[in-house]
């Protein structure tokens, strides 16, 4: 089955600072990466996705790069507030979108 | 849309007492996921079903664990015996298949064996 790591499992930036967040995988036939953002006592909520078809995608502060050769997906928040504070969860499927593999998460602090 | 909806929220039960988990799906979507979270072992798939017909039972640890849906607005996923072990979040999320990948988490209810 597909086995997905996520570095780091903590990080803290300073507010106004970037985040990345690195995932791997191991499944060549993953073809669909979801990254979700997960509040404390709250579900997780999915903030952007990729497709293996594309190489990077992109929704305002929030970036998502993905390199199907080498296998690994990153998630990049520019200019980071406070309300980023949370736990990221990355993910990989196949073209099914069911079976998700999630990592093991990133809880992210933003110091004011 | 009220989104996924899941009671209880929290639920403490002793040792070998049976527990029943709801869930309450986004209407309209035809997928509906069971997921179990601990520190351990992270966010896992239970179980899945696809208009009310489980799919993939696979992750579903013992039997003491089983799910039902017994129609398109409603799901329970029942553990009888419980043990301590499992103490986790468990969360139920709901697709559509006309759409996107994404699934909708409801916002879990945490379940804590003694």
């Known amino acids: 089955g597909e086995n997905v790591e996520q570095h780091p499992s903590t990080l803290s930036v300073q507010e106004g600072d970037s985040a990345v967040i690195k995932c791997t995988y191991s499944d060549s036939a993953s073809n669909y990466f979801p990254w979700y953002k997960q509040e404390l006592g709250k579900g997780p909520q999915l903030i952007i996705d990729?497709?293996?078809?594309?190489g990077e995608k992109k929704d305002q502060r929030i970036a998502v790069t993905l390199n199907k050769t080498a296998k690994h997906f990153s998630l990049h928040i520019t200019e980071t507030q406070p309300e980023d504070s949370a736990v990221y969860f990355c993910a990989a499927s196949r073209r099914t979108g069911n079976q998700f593999y999630f990592g093991t998460g990133t809880s992210l602090t933003v110091i004011p | 849309d009220a989104g996924v909806i899941q009671s209880p929220r929290h639920e403490v039960t002793e040792m070998g007492q049976e527990v029943t988990l709801r869930c309450k799906p986004i209407?309209?979507?035809?997928?509906l996921f069971w997921y179990r979270q601990t520190m351990m072992r992270g966010l896992e798939l239970l179980i899945y079903?696809?208009?009310?017909?489980?799919?993939?039972d696979s992750g579903m640890p013992e039997d003491r664990f089983s799910a039902k849906m017994p129609n398109a607005s409603f799901s329970t996923l029942k553990i009888q015996p419980s043990e301590p072990r499992d103490s986790a979040v468990y969360f139920c999320?709901?697709?559509?298949?006309?759409?996107?990948?994404?699934?909708?988490f409801g916002p879990g209810t945490r379940l804590t064996v003694t």
């Open positions: 990729i497709r293996s078809n594309v």
């Open positions: 079903f696809n208009n009310n017909v489980p799919i993939d």
């Open positions: 209407s309209g979507h035809d997928y």
């Open positions: 999320a709901s697709r559509y298949s006309g759409g996107n990948y994404e699934q909708y």
